[in-house]
C-alpha cells in the first residue's frame, strides 16, 4: 500500500513518502513524558512591593508571597499552613528599612501617633539595619525581621492577641527553619526556641481571650478556641484543652469540619492522658 506521501519523488522529497506521519508525534510524546515535572522554586513565588511607612512617612520595598500563585499543600497541628516551594512565615513581615519599624503583614497600617513615637524613640533612634541582599530571604534573615516584629510590638505597647500572633507565626517560621537544608545543624536549638515561642503564644491567647473582643487576629471564636486547645495539648495543659473542646462541642457557631476536628482532638487529648 502506498504511503500517504507518496508522489513527493516528484518534488524532490522522495526521502519523506515511506516516513511514518505519527513517528514523530509519538516520539515526542515519549519525551514529553520522560520529562521531570518542573520544580517550583522559591524566587518564582514572590514579588518586590512597594509600601508607605506609618511611622516615618517615607517609601520602602519588601519581599512579599504571591499568595495566588503559591499552592497549599496542608496544614499542620497548630495551623500552620504549608505552601509547596516556599515557607510563607518568610515574608509575614514588613520592615522599614528607614525607620526600623516591623510589623505582620496584617497589622503594619495600623499605628496610632502615641505607638509612632514610642517606635521613633525606643527603635528608630538605636536599630542598625540589615541589608537585605539576594533573591530570597534566608531563614536566618527571616528570623531577624521576626524579632524585629515582636520587639516593635513590645515598644509599641501592642495588644496580646498581637503579640500572640507574633509569637505564634515565629514558632512556625522555625519549624520550617529546622525542616530546611538551612537548618540541620541546628535543629535542636532551634526546637527549643520554637517551644519557647508556642509558650508564649498560649499564654498571649489566653490573655487575649479574657480581654478582647473577636475577630482576634482575623480568627472567629471558635478557631481561637480550637487553636488555643491545640497549644494546650501541645504544653499538656490537658484540663484546659478539654474545656475548650467541650465549649467547641457544644457551640451553635461551630461548622461540622471544626466539630469533627475538635473529637479527634478530644480522642488525641484521652490518648495523651493515659500515657
Known sequence: MAGL???????????LENVDIFGTDKKDEKSS??????????????????????????????KIMKTGKAKLIGTDWDLRPKYEGIDA?????LLCNRCGYAALNRFFAHVTTGQAKLIKENIS?????????????TYEQAEERFKLCLAN????????????????????LLRG?????????K????????????????NGFVEARQSESFPICGMDEVTVDYLVAELAVHLKKFDVASKLVQSILTSVNANARMKDKARDLKERIVAEMRK
Do not use: H
Open 5 to 15: 506521501l507518496s508522489g513527493l519523488a516528484g518534488l524532490g522529497l522522495d526521502n
Open 33 to 62: 513524558a520522560a520529562k521531570e515535572p518542573v520544580k517550583v522554586e522559591e524566587k518564582d513565588l514572590i514579588y518586590e512591593k512597594s509600601y508607605r511607612c506609618p511611622v516615618c512617612d517615607k517609601e520602602f520595598s519588601a
Open 89 to 93: 512565615m518568610k515574608y509575614d513581615v
Open 125 to 137: 533612634k538605636a536599630v542598625k539595619l540589615t541589608n537585605y541582599e539576594g533573591e530570597v530571604y
Open 153 to 172: 510590638a513590645v515598644v509599641k505597647r501592642a495588644r496580646a492577641s498581637e503579640k500572640a500572633y507574633i509569637c505564634l507565626r515565629s514558632a512556625w
Open 177 to 185: 527553619y529546622q525542616e530546611s537544608e538551612e537548618g540541620k545543624d
Open 187 to 202: 535543629a535542636a536549638e532551634l526546637k527549643e526556641e520554637e517551644e519557647n515561642y508556642l509558650v508564649n503564644a498560649y
